[in-house]
């Protein structure tokens, strides 16, 4: 089997134009499957098919496309994908949308946003696995929040053997992310 760019996923993309292709077949294809399960439902349970004018809008959250296998970073997990798409000041709930005819500015901008996508998958994600890879000293991070105000969400960093006080422990992290900072 050859492996091509496409099917080796993001980060073996030399252009934004082919990551943009890569997610318009993914959409495409998540929708098709979404309208197979939809279809074997209604079969199942014996009700009318629905009518044409339903919304077939081909989109998708892009941090959801990008955990998909396909994507070639699914590996990387949510929350180092997430950071990824924060680094380069795009909001991992943006609604990737498919347009149904041909428009070529929003492929331009599609394809200009995942090229500085790729470029930060490639930057963020690696070094972030290779600091997690590296001999570890025991430092981190400790997400909290105060029990006086449990709304607040806060982080420190905590020496080595430090106690907590009035805190509500949410999660440890190894590296800050900027979904946390």
């Known amino acids: 089997t050859t492996l091509t760019a496409s099917t080796a996923g993001l980060l073996c993309m030399t252009t934004g134009q082919e990551a943009y292709q890569w997610a318009k077949e993914e959409i495409i294809t998540s929708q098709a499957q979404q309208q197979l399960k939809k279809d074997e439902k209604r079969k199942k349970n014996k009700q009318p098919k629905e009518s044409s ?86 430092g981190g991070y400790i997400l909290y929040t105060n029990y006086n105000n449990n709304n607040s969400h806060q982080e420190r960093h905590m020496e080595q053997g430090e106690q907590p006080d009035d805190r509500n422990f949410l999660e440890f992290l190894p590296h800050l992310l900027k979904q946390h900072q």
């Not at 041909?102 to 331009?108: L, V, W």
């Open 53 to 138: 004018t339903t919304n077939n809008k081909n989109s998708m959250v892009l941090k959801a496309l990008l955990l998909r296998k396909s994507s070639g970073v699914h590996h990387y997990g949510p929350s180092i994908i997430e950071h990824c798409i924060l680094s380069c000041n795009i909001d991992p709930n943006m609604m990737i949308d498919i347009p149904e005819t041909d428009d070529t500015a929003i492929s331009k901008d599609l394809s200009s946003l995942f090229e500085t996508l790729i470029l930060s998958l490639r930057v963020e994600g690696a070094n972030i696995l290779n600091e997690f890879n590296q001999l570890h000293t025991g």
